[in-house]
């Protein structure tokens, strides 16, 4: 077995090269450092300038403890709930479930209107009804610990941001939500790193599109919801317009923000990515390409030169490389309470999200941009399925 041959060693290096140049980013997009964990209950909160404004579509089996986790966060909280065409009882279930102290209106949503995606034009008719400065954007089925909104408002506070969101913990139950869901994570941050979507640079806007505080000032400057009408990826569209207007915005993990909503098969869990996984791309075939290129290099060329190629460097190196890739995912997977040994299964964990991506990109040229809730929305964003 020959030690070197120019042509494996620099095939080896071109994978693990990758995750060399990750692991030393000074923004440091694989780290769980911009996290925000709430100090516990906080009753006697003065919460009497915010307004939570809760889009809701046929919800009713997780609503409940959405709105009972909201009388847990202190005083003089208001919340505004559109129900957007629910034929399954939401809104009686959500007014059974709201506590004393909420004051909780409810809007029967109109039907969609054209070139809207659904949850945008529930949470325009709910804008139009909020009076406080401040809005928090919250979806039906997320259960907020206590203390979690006093958290948002210390944190707004103390960054100076317009715009203040966490990313909600999802379900890590069944195994396919063990093996696929801190990885959503990972990714999710390695395409939006946190460090540059929470500095004054405008290059990258991200947001968590479940818990959003913004100021209701600044979402009326910039055009309301109207500005994404039809986002798909909305949370991020919001924080790019926000940051476009000339404000900071941050974006945080957090283990206080609970996602209802279970992946028991992967089909769920499939559609729920493959739905923007296009989208993120910009709907171009040679990021497609290019995306493909990169992930190939990145979890495929490590292993297949450490395992096929005859050069003991070429081996070293993308021994390395397989160490870097677990490595940069290992703190991803600490955060939420797993094995670092999951970090193994990251090639394959790469694939299955690759193969997502692909299936958005056939449905798309197949004339479905995406699916939600039952509707299905064609490129012009015209919906079917109501």
Known sequence: ?????????????AGAALWFGLIVAPFRPWSTRERLEPSGATPDADLG??????????????????MAALGRQGRGLSAILIDDQSIDGTAEVART???????????????????????MWALEQGRRHATRPLILLLDADIELKPGTIAALLRKREETGAALVSLMAELSMVKPVERLLIPAFVYFFKLVYP??????????????????????RAVLEEIGGFGVLRNAII???????AIKASGRRTWVGLTRDVISLRGYATIDPLWRMVSRSAYTQLGYSPLLLGFATLLMALA????????????AIDAKLVAAAGLIAMMASYVPTLRYYDRSPLWAAALPLIGTLYLAMTWHSAIDYYRGRRTTWKGRVYDRNMTSSGD
């Open 299 to 310: 979890f495929w060329m490590p292993i297949i030169a450490l395992v096929a190629f005859p």
């Open 234 to 240: 909305d949370d991020c569209a919001l924080s790019r």
């Open 194 to 215: 946190f460090a540059l979507s929470n500095s004054r640079a405008r290059l990258v806007a991200a947001a968590a599109g479940g818990c959003v505080l913004i100021e």
């Open 1 to 13: 077995m020959p030690f070197h041959d120019p042509a494996y060693f620099f095939a080896a290096l």
């Open 97 to 119: 479930a709201a506590p004393p102290d909420l004051a909780l209106e409810v809007i029967t949503g109109a039907a969609l209107e054209p070139g809207w995606a659904g949850k």
């Open 49 to 66: 300038s915010i307004v939570v404004l809760m889009p809701a579509r046929n919800e009713a089996s997780v609503i409940g403890r959405s």
